[in-house]
């Protein structure tokens, strides 16, 4: 079943959103005579407080996007299906919600950042009028109230819209904001496009960012810029951000809790000090010798050996089994329990943070 998450809520902060045995499987509307579909994501469970930044982390392939999108119910249909488990957010379980009432929420209350901005904005249109554009859909729950507090949003919508988006781009670095706005998608630079995503996603005010890897096809520079500007701007607005990214990196430089996923399971979680201080899964330890800490060090770079299965290849029991030091070097008896039928046992360790943090391992 993989890891869950105690009751308990994250320290001093309200639960946005609640993700309780979330598993999501591939293969249906097939012919009768395929195989049955497979399951990508098991009992997946995790908690977002407010204004929180939270990682989920893992290799590509471990089920990461597919949860994210599970979330909003962004699957592609009909081959993937929710097939048990409830995504709570404001009193609904988004997993059941009708789809009518989850489009109010999709954009509006929570909106996402994707991986390549080109292909989230429209090439056609300026700047100008795809942030404009949010006011119609996503953001109008907002303008009207506003509206109903201030009297010029109401005298004049458009206008008050078009301040909230220069105030916007301001905080996102943008000293020039009507240059960008006049500006079409290929007259700027990726680090660009993907700060006025951002701006996009926050112009709503929404509850919850969901961030898919937003930095991937940036440079480490930009990377750095973009994600501060995310999390300064979150912050600022007191909007909750769920971060999938694959760079342990940085998850140490920006998120407060994260969450370890390795073959459609979580595996370890807790808050970020404590998970890479005290690791304490073999997969973690993994990701963490993985990074280089200085040039000199490139020489020596540790990997984990062999490749994250494909979900028909995933083990009943531990999943980690087959690549795991822990169970190659161990006593016959560990590697009897790692190579069994039997789930991986869920620890609780004390930690400094105050922060629950608990692994799913034999050892």
Request: glycine residues 8%; charged residues 25%; contains cysteine.
């Amino acid at each position: 079943m993989g890891l869950r998450e105690t009751d308990k809520k994250p320290a001093g902060r309200e639960t946005v959103l609640s993700v309780r045995e979330l598993s999501v499987a591939f293969g249906f509307g097939r012919d009768a005579r395929d195989s049955k579909p497979l399951q990508v994501t098991d009992r997946v469970s995790f908690d977002i407080g407010a204004g929180e930044f939270f990682a989920l982390v893992g290799e590509s392939g471990c089920g990461k996007s597919v949860t994210a999108m599970g979330i909003l119910r962004l699957l592609p249909s009909p081959s993937a299906r929710i097939t048990c488990g409830e995504v709570l957010f404001a009193g609904e379980n988004l997993a059941k919600l009708p789809l009518a009432a989850l489009q109010k929420i999709r954009g509006s209350q929570i909106t996402c950042i994707f991986q390549e901005p080109m292909q989230a904005l429209n090439p056609v249109l300026r700047i100008r009028d795809q942030l404009l554009e949010v006011y119609k859909f996503g953001a109008k729950a907002y303008l009207d109230s506003c509206a109903a507090r201030e009297p010029h949003a109401a005298k004049d919508p458009r206008a008050f819209a078009n301040d909230e988006i220069h105030r916007m781009l301001k905080m996102a670095g943008f000293t020039e904001p009507e240059r960008v706005l006049d500006a079409y998608p290929h007259e700027l630079s990726g680090g660009m496009l993907q700060r006025i995503c951002i701006v996009m996603a926050l112009l709503p005010h929404p509850r919850l960012i969901i961030a898919d890897e937003p930095t991937t096809a940036l440079d480490v520079t930009v990377q750095a810029q973009v994600l501060a500007i995310l999390k300064k701007m979150a912050g600022e607005t007191g909007t909750a951000v769920l971060l999938i990214t694959h760079n342990m990196g940085i998850v140490s430089e920006y998120a407060q809790r994260v969450a370890v996923m390795y073959a459609g399971r979580i595996i370890e979680m807790g808050g970020v000090r404590d998970v890479i201080n005290n690791p304490l899964h073999p997969y973690t330890r993994g990701l963490l010798a993985a990074i280089p800490e200085s040039h000199a060090d490139m020489k020596n770079l540790r990997s984990i050996p062999g490749s994250v299965p494909h979900p028909r290849d995933f083990a009943v029991g531990c999943r980690f089994a087959d690549r795991c030091e822990e169970c190659v070097c161990g006593d016959p008896s560990l590697q009897a329990k790692c190579r069994s039928a039997e789930l991986p046992p869920c620890k609780t360790v004390a930690s400094q943070s105050g922060e629950t943090h608990t692994a799913c391992c034999f050892k």
